[in-house]
C-alpha cells in the first residue's frame, strides 16, 4: 500500500516542480529581456544625445 501511495505521489510531485522550474525560467527571460531592451533604449539616447552635440 505504502509504496502505490508513494508511486502515485511522485509524478504529480515531479511535475509540479517542473512547472515551478518552468516559470522561473520564463520569468528570468522575461526579466533578461527586459533589461535588455532598457539597454538598447539607453544606448540608443546616448547617440542621440552625441549627435545632436556633434551637430
Not at 6 to 19: L, S, V
Not at 38 to 50: C, D, G, K, N
Request: glycine share 0%.
Amino acid at each position: 500500500m505504502t509504496l502505490l501511495t508513494k508511486q502515485m505521489a511522485f509524478p504529480t510531485m515531479w511535475e509540479w516542480c517542473f512547472t515551478q522550474q518552468m516559470m522561473v525560467l520564463m520569468v528570468m527571460v522575461i526579466a533578461l529581456m527586459l533589461m535588455l531592451m532598457l539597454m538598447l533604449m539607453a544606448l540608443m539616447l546616448m547617440l542621440m544625445v552625441l549627435i545632436l552635440k556633434a551637430i
